[in-house]
């Protein structure tokens, strides 16, 4: 700590050596945004203050307060700030109390704050990775290009924000790691308040054209380095103190496994899952279909569902996801949940609900409560009071999606555009649950709750009773509460899967409506995929969608990962039938699944722990082995069957063209195992050694 200030100026990985703050002149301490008339932008920055009061109580504690901090616009203010900062093992607690006896709000608090951060001498590059809505990381670089996303005009440097509760962040933490080592920040907290993860490359690029970083600790003079802190936007009100939620910091050695520990075991203090039926048990594989869009495309009637459903068990579907059910289509009408007099009768829509539920099919209707449709009439005399508001009491803008129409497609057309709805208003969650028990009556075996991931995080009104700028997923907790509640009252093995809930939704959401594609879905979509929700909690489901017509390495990748197999043909506007070599492929997994079922499907998933592995290629032609092939090509995981202990290991050889040759060790096990083919029903014997064919997956499992 630099005394006069209280900045941290140096922190240390005992373990390994790293010191992760090269550059103190960048240190921090605390940072508070205290907006005033005229200046919004008035701060209290690090570097304008002077410590009142340190004392270390012992080794692993310490107490730093600063009283009357100064702010750039309106000087020393009546604001205390204290900090406890306290060791425990490898981890560091920071706990931040504000005393406010000012006039004003305090909007933000930027605590810890580590600046000067670099990486470790002679490793690669570290990354910023959080865990995003499709259950695996978002990945930003720190070193030569370092992305500007919040954009060079808003800000002093490049800058880019991780925040949480939203589509990048799930959970309330971040790895800044290079799978050699690393550093873990979170804010441990079981409310879901907003935390920004902001990092900031000071003073800038050494070349913008190229987004080069200066490697020196200094550039025209000025201390050069990154900078990592915790935002928090707690807006205190005048008078009021506070105390936030903790963060820590955790510095590791090892993968991304070993950095998200502190996580896992804070975790498991609070998250309690609810009950899952238990027909859920058995199905792997789902169709999801799109019965009409909010430009009236009437694709499928009430009346077709039956004979879809009965052509997709034949083919091994489990469940039909059912979207644009309800009136206006997909992303129309929202919030309603009625039935579309242009697809059938009410009548009509529950007759094939339960024909098809006869014929052992589960149905799942798509709706969603976080928006309003603007262009309905119950926009302004229902929905508009109880809409998320800005600080000037706007309501906060939702952009609606295009379906099929140019008008749709090009901004200022046809598209639906609408609100955000604010969860914590008691009289919207009413609304909310008069209208999902129109889905209730139904009789569906569950739902799928679309876009549970939002941006839209914070309401300004205060007559929905609230606090100003509260987080709206706190009201969104509560409505899932709420919808469990009666969804369980009406039939107690009723499912409620979800877009990408966060970790703390997830507890009622226990199946998770996700895509695995490569990278193409902006920066939250990865361009390989982890599995790393899956390996934070095994017991959650995760069904991601098939949309090629010859899908075998997202086939392959749902084997690997215990994912549900989700047939979208037409990006979710076909029949199962119309893509037959996607589907061929989908019931060799299945019947593969079936063979291991307690180890790949009931199986803890442990991603690829426990094993020593090396791979290479090798031409199907001739003998040439191509040892540098990237890791992409391949993916492999380690399942444990719950009963017997006994563990199987799953590859897939994704290449188009060249065959995998594998070496496997298991630790503490004499290697010596029977081996199964998705392309062959014989069982042969192994001690580790083995190929596996281009785009074909094999499994070890242990004898």
């Not at 995003?132 to 002093?156: A, R, V």
Request: net charge neutral; aromatic share 12%.
């Amino acid at each position: 700590m630099l005394f006069r200030s209280g900045a941290v100026t140096g922190l240390l990985n005992k373990e390994t050596g790293w010191q992760v703050i090269k550059q103190p002149a960048l240190g921090m301490g605390f940072q508070l945004l205290v907006p005033i008339k005229g200046h919004r932008n008035n701060k209290a920055g690090s570097e304008m203050q002077k410590l009142s009061m340190y004392k270390k109580s012992d080794n692993e504690k310490a107490i730093l307060q600063w009283n009357d901090v100064n702010c750039s616009h309106s000087g020393k203010s009546d604001i205390s700030v204290t900090l406890k900062v306290s060791l425990k093992g490898t981890s560091v607690y920071f706990k931040i109390f504000i005393d406010n006896k000012s006039s004003y709000f305090v909007e933000e608090v930027w605590n810890p704050c580590i600046g000067g951060l670099r990486k470790p001498e002679g490793e690669p590059d570290l990354e910023s990775w959080s865990m995003n809505m499709c259950g695996g990381f978002s990945k930003h670089i720190l070193g030569d290009g370092f992305p500007q996303e919040c954009g060079y005009f808003g800000t002093d440097y490049p800058t880019f924000l991780k925040t949480f509760p939203n589509i990048e962040a799930q959970t309330s933490f971040i790895l800044l790691t290079n799978n050699v080592q690393g550093l873990y920040m979170g804010m441990h907290d079981e409310e879901l308040n907003i935390v920004n993860f902001v990092h900031e490359l000071k003073p800038g690029y050494l070349d913008s054209k190229n987004k080069r970083v200066p490697s020196a600790d200094l550039i025209g003079n000025k201390p050069a380095g990154f900078v990592v802190s915790a935002v928090r936007m707690p807006f205190i009100k005048p008078g009021e103190i506070m105390e936030l939620p903790p963060m820590v910091i955790h510095l590791y050695r090892g993968t991304w496994q070993r950095g998200i520990e502190p996580y896992k075991k804070w975790r498991k203090t609070w998250f309690r899952a609810k009950s899952v039926p238990s027909w859920l048990d058995s199905i792997d594989s789902w169709l999801t279909l799109h019965m009409n869009s909010p430009e009236g495309g009437c694709r499928y009637r009430y009346k077709d569902l039956t004979d879809i459903a009965q052509e997709a068990k034949d083919h091994g579907v489990g469940a039909l996801q059912l979207t644009g059910w309800a009136r206006d289509g997909q992303d129309g009408a929202e919030p309603y949940q009625d039935t579309d007099p242009r697809l059938g009768t009410h009548e009509e829509f529950k007759s094939a609900i339960r024909q098809i539920e006869a014929l052992g099919i589960r149905v799942l209707l798509m709706c969603k409560f976080k928006w309003a449709d603007k262009s309905i009439p119950e926009f302004k005399s229902e929905l508009l009071p109880l809409a998320l508001k800005d600080m000037y009491g706007n309501f906060v803008q939702f952009d609606g999606y295009a379906y099929h129409t140019m008008s749709q497609y090009l901004t200022g057309g046809s598209r639906r555009t609408g609100a955000g709805l604010c969860h914590l208003s008691k009289k919207y969650r009413n609304l909310a649950l008069r209208e999902f028990k129109k889905i209730l009556e139904l009789g569906s075996s569950g739902i799928l709750y679309d876009e549970l991931a939002s941006s839209m995080l914070m309401c300004f009104d205060t007559s929905h009773g609230h606090r100003r700028g509260e987080s709206n997923f706190k009201g969104s907790l509560k409505l899932t509460d709420e919808f469990y509640r009666a969804a369980h009252r009406a039939r107690n093995d009723f499912l409620m899967a979800g877009e990408g809930p966060n970790d703390h939704l997830s507890q009622y959401y226990p199946v998770s409506y996700i895509r695995t594609w490569n990278g193409q879905w902006g920066s939250w979509n990865e361009k390989n995929h982890i599995a790393a929700w899956k390996f934070m909690n095994p017991d959650m489901i995760f069904a991601t969608c098939l949309t090629g017509w010859d899908d075998r390495e997202m086939i392959n990748q749902c084997l690997v990962y215990g994912y549900i197999i989700n047939y979208e043909p037409y990006n979710f506007k076909g029949r199962i039938t119309d893509f037959p070599d996607t589907v061929a492929c989908g019931i060799k997994a299945q019947k593969l699944r079936r063979k291991l079922w307690h180890y790949i499907w009931k199986g803890k998933f442990n991603d690829t722990l426990g094993i020593e592995a090396s791979f290479s290629f090798a031409s199907e032609s001739s003998s040439n082995i191509f040892p540098d092939v990237e890791k992409p090509d391949y993916l492999y995981s380690v399942f444990e069957n719950r009963e017997n202990h006994k563990r199987a290991v799953i590859i897939a050889n994704q290449h188009p063209e060249y065959q995998l040759k594998a070496i496997i060790s298991l630790v503490n096990s004499e290697n010596d195992f029977d081996v199964y083919d998705m392309e062959d029903d014989r069982v042969e014997r192994c001690s580790g050694s083995l190929t596996v064919n281009r785009r074909s997956v094999k499994v070890l499992v242990e004898r």
